[in-house]
């Protein structure tokens, strides 16, 4: 079970950074029956790309921190303190699952701390993530929204919901083991 929720937990750590690094948290959305596109945007935490007829991609980070709306620099923060949380808990639960295989129970207070540091990392992870799919949700069926304007989820936001439920999974684990 330590040894699973250490796979799981680590598959949660890489997905929370890959989702943390991806520019395709928003993406563009085709509407009104036009099939030719020239365009795909992509919206991001740290840059937006446009893709133009698939060929050529441009990335473009964002300027200046103190431009940026509140909820992204939210959404930075917490992904950012997700991604160093889980490694952080990814490092306690080697520890603890080194350590409670040669029979010392003192040190299986690193498998407590593994859990806890995993169950808040999923949560973690899982509040910018659905935020974000809210409101696309919410924006994309808003008549008042022009269409150009209008995203669809993106890759990112599902790596994001992945991530998260191997993280709490692996919390879940650990705090059953130390149980």
Request: charged fraction near 10%; include cysteine.
């Given at each position: 079970?330590?040894?699973t929720?250490?796979?799981?937990?680590?598959?949660?750590m890489?997905g929370?950074?890959a989702?943390?690094?991806?520019p395709?948290w928003?993406?563009?959305a085709y509407?009104?029956?036009?099939?030719?596109?020239f365009e795909?945007?992509w919206e991001?935490?740290?840059m937006?790309?446009?893709?133009?007829?698939g060929?050529?991609?441009?990335?473009?980070?964002y300027d200046?921190l103190l431009?940026?709306?509140?909820?992204?620099?939210a959404?930075?923060?917490l992904?950012c303190?997700?991604?160093?949380?889980?490694v952080?808990?990814?490092?306690a639960a080697?520890?603890?699952v080194?350590?409670?295989q040669?029979g010392?129970?003192?040190m299986?207070?690193?498998?407590l701390?593994?859990g806890?540091?995993?169950l808040l990392t999923g949560?973690?992870?899982?509040?910018?993530?659905?935020?974000?799919?809210a409101a696309?949700?919410?924006?994309?069926?808003?008549?008042?929204v022009?269409v150009?304007?209008?995203?669809?989820?993106g890759?990112?936001?599902?790596v994001?919901?992945?991530s998260?439920?191997l993280?709490?999974?692996?919390?879940?684990m650990?705090c059953?083991?130390?149980?």
């Amino acid at each position: 079970l330590q040894i699973t929720g250490l796979l799981l937990g680590g598959m949660g750590m890489v997905g929370a950074l890959a989702a943390t690094a991806m520019p395709q948290w928003r993406v563009s959305a085709y509407l009104d029956g036009n099939i030719v596109v020239f365009e795909t945007i992509w919206e991001g935490l740290w840059m937006d790309c446009i893709s133009h007829l698939g060929i050529r991609l441009q990335c473009k980070f964002y300027d200046s921190l103190l431009a940026l709306p509140p909820p992204l620099e939210a959404f930075r923060a917490l992904m950012c303190v997700a991604v160093v949380l889980s490694v952080l808990s990814f490092l306690a639960a080697i520890v603890g699952v080194k350590y409670s295989q040669r029979g010392k129970q003192a040190m299986s207070i690193f498998i407590l701390v593994a859990g806890v540091a995993f169950l808040l990392t999923g949560t973690l992870v899982l509040i910018p993530v659905s935020w974000t799919g809210a409101a696309i949700v919410r924006d994309f069926y808003d008549p008042a929204v022009p269409v150009p304007l209008k995203r669809e989820l993106g890759a990112a936001l599902y790596v994001g919901w992945g991530s998260s439920a191997l993280l709490l999974a692996a919390g879940a684990m650990y705090c059953h083991c130390w149980c």
